[in-house]
C-alpha cells in the first residue's frame, strides 16, 4: 500500500509502556499512516502486544512488524525502519512515548502547506523517575524556509529546542537524498542524527501545539545514570558520539551557524566531565585525568573562532580549557561544575 505517513516504533523492553503508545498511534486523526514497528529481540513480551493490536485493532492490517534476527541497539533499529518505510513522511515513536489524537493531522498540514523537509511540534516531558513538574518545551510558530535557518535556530535555541529524532515529520523522499542514517551507538545516536539533519533542511515548520509527550523513567536508554554502579564503555560511547560531531566540524567552516555548533557540543562535553568527576566512584572502570582531559578537545581553531559573530568569548574559553594542562582544566570544571550545581 502506499501510504502518506510512517510511524515508526522501535521496540526493546517497554511491555509496561507499549500499550499506551500503540494506542495513542493507532488513535489518529489522520487516516493514511503506516505502523512500522521493528522487534529487536527484547524478550520481554512486548512485541506480543504489539502483535495482539495487529490481529485485534480495526487499524491492524496497517500494523507491520519485523523482527531483527538478534539485538542491533536502537540505532541500526531505526535505520531499518528509514529504509524500510513505505510512507511519503517519516515520524519516529519511541515505544514508552505518547502522541495527541491529531499529532499527525497537525505536522502534516504544514508540511505540505510550506513543502517542508521537517516539521517540529512542541512536547512536554513527564519524570516518572524523581516526579518533578511535567517540562513543557513550547517552540514559535514559525517557518524556516532559508538555507542553514532551522539549523541556527536548532543550534541557537539547544536548550529549548530539544533536538531530538522524536516529535518531528520528516520528508522520507528528503531522509534518502540527504544519504542520513543513525550511528551505531547505543546512547545519542539521536542526537548525532539530528545535528546532522537540521544543517541539510532546507525548509522547515516549527508548531508551538504540544503534540509529544516525552516520559522519563528508569532503566531506559537515556537514563541510566540512576544505576548503583556506572559502566565506563556507557559513558565513551556518550563521548565518542560528541567526538563524531566535532571531527564534522570543518565541513561548516563559515556557516552562521557554526559559533553554537561548536559551543552547544563543547557544552556537552563539559556537563559529561562534571557528570564523571560527580560520580567518579560508582563508574567502573575508572576514568583517568587524561581521559576526562581529552573528552574537553575543541574542534576548531583561534583564528577560526575570531571570526565567530556569535558566542565567541565562551569559545574562546572552551578552546582554552581544552589546551591547559588536564589538572589545572579539571580543577576549572569541578569549581564552574559547582557553581552550576551538577556538581
Known sequence: MNYEVTIGIPVYKAV??????MESALNQTFDSIEYLIVDDCGNDGTIEVVERFQREHPRGKDIRILYNDSNLGVGMTRNRILDEAQGQYLYFL??????????????????????????????????????????????????????????????????????????CLMSHKFLLDSQL??????????????????????????????????????GSLSHYQDR??????EIIENVSVLDFLKRKSNMFIGKSFLSYYCYDLEMNSFYIVCYILKYYQRIVPTI????????????????????FRHRRLQNLF????????????????RLLGKIKKVI
Open 318 to 333: 572552551f578552546w582554552g580549557l581544552s589546551h591547559l594542562p588536564s589538572s589545572l582544566s579539571l580543577f576549572f570544571v
Open 94 to 167: 519511541d515505544s514508552d512515548d505518547l502522541i495527541e489524537p491529531d499529532t499527525i493531522y497537525c505536522l502534516v498540514e504544514k508540511a505540505i502547506a510550506n513543502q517542508a523537509d521537517v516539521v517540529y511540534g512542541s512536547l512536554d516531558k513527564i519524570d516518572l523517575i524523581n516526579g518533578c513538574p511535567t517540562q513543557s518545551y513550547i517552540l514559535p510558530d514559525a517557518c524556516l524556509l532559508s538555507d542553514d535557518e532551522m539549523a541556527f535556530y536548532a543550534f541557537r535555541n539547544y536548550s529549548s529546542f530539544q533536538i531530538s529524532i522524536c516529535n
Open 288 to 307: 583517568s585525568k587524561s581521559e576526562m582531559h581529552k573528552v574537553l578537545w575543541y574542534p576548531v581553531n583561534v583564528w577560526q573562532i575570531l571570526q
Open 181 to 218: 542514517h543513525f550511528i551505531d551507538s547505543a546512547f545519542w545516536e539521536d542526537l548525532a542524527f539530528t545535528y546532522e539533519m537540521v544543517t541539510r533542511v532546507r525548509k522547515a515548520v516549527l508548531l508551538s501545539k504540544i503534540t509529544y509527550h516525552y516520559l522519563c523513567r528508569s
Open 228 to 233: 548503583e554502579q556506572l559502566d565506563k564503555s
Open 16 to 21: 509496561d509502556y507499549i500499550e499506551n503508545t
